[in-house]
């Protein structure tokens, strides 16, 4: 057997430090990885959904509640929302998937443009999607289902998905064109009355609420120019004073009307609102009408009140 020699020795050594110290070097990247990993994840957490965390959530098409994360279970996540029962002091609950709840932070992460759609809180306090009409300052002019444009700022606002984005979308060109139909048909003027008609007791009306919509009732008494009501809204249990030229008469025959004119309708429910339709034919007994979507349908020409100026 050979002996080792100082020069082997030498060799061995050498040897055993390379390997020290590539162990060591080792240690040190993993040391580093460790020591950074906490820092990365800590950030990917605060920009992630968990419990006890504030969104805002997608409570129906362009309809959105702000509330707390109570518990994600899957693609799924219920948050708490409003005040707390006043006997079991619990908040109520509401489920929808992670895709429709929006982490409530700093605000907008970037700049809005105009044209894009946010999530918003208003000056009243509720969330509403909008579209953004002008931008400056990290002020936002953003104009909501009512035609309003409300002033917010980008901390109190979030970009929606795609998804959502879209909803927003369709749902503000639906209202311009409720608002549009609604325009015109008021512009049109009041229900038509029968010539020489005067109000007395007992008489079934239509009454016009806030200058422009109008409620069925029934005249309890005439006091001069003083017309009082008893509305057919069981939401209203007082009568209401009005003028004469706000009530009209409810049909006792068949009606004239044409077609382009506007008509107002029963509702499909008592005590709701008589609804505006635009005529787009007339026959004998009945008119084809279309309504705030453009959804045609018949009715008699002895239910409707024809509209003019």
Known sequence: MRSITNGDMGICLLAVALATSACDAGDKKETAAASAAPSATAKADANALAVGKVVVATSAPNSFTEGTVASIEGDKVTYEYGEPDKTTNKRATYAV????????????????????????????GSWVGCEVKTAAGGVYGCEDWYGTVNNVEGKSAVKPDAATSADIKDSLAKAAKHRAFAKEAQAAGKPVKPTGWKPKAKDAVVVAF??????????????????????????????????????APLPKAAQKAEAGQFVIVPPRSAGFEWEYRKVVSVTKDSAEVVDRDGNKSTVSLKDVLPIAP
Do not use: H, Q, R
């Open 97 to 124: 998937d992670k895709a429709k709840a929006f982490l409530l932070g700093d605000g907008l992460k970037a700049p809005a443009k105009v044209g894009e759609l946010l999530i918003a809180k208003n000056a009243t």
């Open 210 to 247: 806030a200058g422009a919509s109008w409620y069925g009732g029934t005249v309890e008494k005439v006091d001069g120019a003083k017309v009082t009501i008893k509305w057919d809204s069981t939401a209203w249990k007082d009568p209401a004073d009005k003028a004469e030229n706000e009530v």
